[in-house]
Each structure stands twice: as C-alpha cells, then as structure tokens.
C-alpha cells in the first residue's frame, strides 16, 4: 500500500494545481505587512509592489535617511498612510519593538496580515579569512534577525492567520566561495521548517524564497577586492596563501558576480505570490535553469558527487 503512496501523489499534483489557479486570491486592501531590509533590492521592490496592489505597508529600513528611503516616502506621499517607512535594524531588539508599536498604532481593519523577513548581508572569503567578529555579525543579522522579528510579531500573525515570507537562496545548499553566507541561509531554511509544521494549527503559512544569482539587481555584494582581502589576513593565513592565489579566488568570485540578473521583479513576484496565493508553496526557487541542476545534484547525489562539481568549478 505505501509503495502506491508516491504514485497517488503524482496523480493527484495536477488537481491540487487546478485548484490553486482556481481559488480566489487575497484582497490586500486594510492589510498590513512588515518587510525588513527596504533600503534597497528585493525589500525595496516589494515594498513598492505592496503598496501598488493595496496592502498597507510598514517598510523596514537601516538608514531612514537613505537614499532608498526617500524614495519610498515620495512613492507614500501620493497615499499617505498606506506606506510607512521606519527605522528597523533588525540586530536591535529595540528597533524590533518599536516596529511592533508602531504597526500596532497604525493597524488598518483587517489586521496584521503578512512578516517579510528580508533583511541580509553577504561578504565573499575562505573559512580562515574571515574572523570571529563576522561571522557573529552574519549569524546576527542573516538568522537571529529573522528570529528576533518573526519571534516578536508571531503573536500578531497568529492572531490574523497570516503569512510568514524568508528570503533564503539556493546558496543554502552549496557553497563557491561565501561559506559564511551559505551558512546562515541553510539555518534559516531549518528555522522555517520547523516553523512552518508548528503553525499549522494556528492557520499561519510559513514561505521561502530562494533566488538564484541576483547579485546585480540586489547589489547585497559589490565586487570583491584582493588587495583588501589580502590586507585583512592575519599572519598565520598570509603564510599559507599568496597574493596570486587570492587574486585568482576574488577573480572568480567576481565573474559569478558579473553573471547575475538584473530582472529582480522575478523575485518579487514569487514573494508576492506568497503572500497572496491561496495556496502558497513552502518553497520558491526563482532561479537560471542551470542553478536548479545543481541544487538537484546537491540534493540528489552523494556529497563526493557534488564535492567534485564544485572543485572543477573551482578549478576553472
């Protein structure tokens, strides 16, 4: 009997398709969703997007007096009320609190609808070249972040049966050079799993987002330089490397780099589905065709398998 289960399940994919098309979508108007990290990339696109389709948004930012920032008041401005920006660093449990005050002084008639846990950095370099300090800064920012503001918001979103969105990346499951971010996304996806059985009951949807390579919409990693990489090794590195050797790894990081979309709408709109499909996925990978092959090799294959892809490309 349960050897039929998968086939079942195959059978039964293209009605429950059906039904999701189907289905109506959400009405945005009088619901409210906090985004982190709006400065700029993905937060800043949705944020816009949100506030198009209707939602009341409270938009997230590290500098509120930012570039990115503006932008989004003058875009609130045509509809005031409706598009809120706040200071939110989301390593400072204060920032998070004040989010929450201010969401709950501004709450539109139909709730608390949606938490976007967007906000993240990235940095480029071998295991022993960066130190303890950022890795604490990562894990900070990139997982306990996310954490802290899904933690403090989960009664609200409990409360109106809403969604949770994580900005996760298929980096989660592999690495070619920026181990430390791929560290903290293969966390955050763990996070949500857990997550996402335990509300269940309450009616809360828990979704990920995992993108591709998006480094030149998002710009969250410049190019990397050696001669700074190199300047910031301690001794101990320095004598096992050379300058060749760093020059080569920050020339192929840079070419990755080089290669990403600019299209970050396909993001936004995987983020948007989420938050406003009837049925949304657990997981959305918005990535190049050969992304996914190697996300299916990791996930597949035995770890020499992929141990062996990645070396070649490093090799390169």
């Not at 009664?155 to 560290?183: E, Q």
Request: glycine share 8%.
């Amino acid at each position: 009997m349960w050897a039929a289960a998968p086939l079942l399940l195959l059978l039964l994919l293209p009605l429950a398709r059906r039904w999701r098309r189907g289905a109506a979508r959400l009405e945005p108007a009088g619901r409210a969703v906090l985004i982190t990290g709006c400065d700029s990339g993905f937060g800043h696109l949705l944020a816009l997007r949100l506030h198009r389709l209707g939602f009341t948004v409270f938009a997230g930012c590290l500098c509120p007096g930012g570039d990115g920032a503006r932008r989004l008041q003058r875009e609130a401005a045509a509809e005031p009320g409706r598009l809120r920006v706040l200071r939110l660093d989301v390593t400072r449990a204060s920032d998070v609190r004040e989010a929450k005050e201010m969401v709950l002084s501004h709450l539109p008639e139909r709730g608390f609808w949606g938490l976007v846990n967007n906000a993240g950095i990235s940095t480029f370099g071998e295991t022993g070249w960066l130190s303890m300090e950022t890795y604490e800064k990562f894990a900070d920012v990139n997982l306990l972040g996310s954490i802290r503001t899904t933690l403090e918001f989960l009664p609200l979103l409990r409360k109106y049966k809403g969604r949770i969105v994580f900005m996760s990346s298929i980096i989660a499951y592999f690495t070619l050079g920026n181990g430390i971010y791929s560290m903290t996304k293969a966390a955050i996806e763990k996070f949500c799993d857990a997550l996402r059985l335990e509300m269940k009951k309450f009616g809360v949807q828990v979704c990920i987002i995992q993108p591709g390579n998006y480094a030149r919409s998002t710009r969250i990693q410049p190019p990397v330089s050696a001669e700074e990489i190199w300047s910031k090794l301690s001794e101990e590195e320095k004598a096992v490397y050379n300058k060749e050797y760093v020059q080569e790894r920050a020339n192929f990081f840079n070419s990755i780099l080089s290669e990403g979309s600019t299209n970050g709408h396909e993001v936004v709109d995987a983020m948007v589905d989420a938050l406003t499909s009837p049925a949304p996925k657990a997981r959305y990978m918005v990535a190049k065709l050969k992304e996914k092959a190697l996300v299916f090799v990791c996930a597949l294959f035995p770890t020499v398998v992929m141990d062996s892809v990645l070396s070649y490309a490093l090799s390169k």
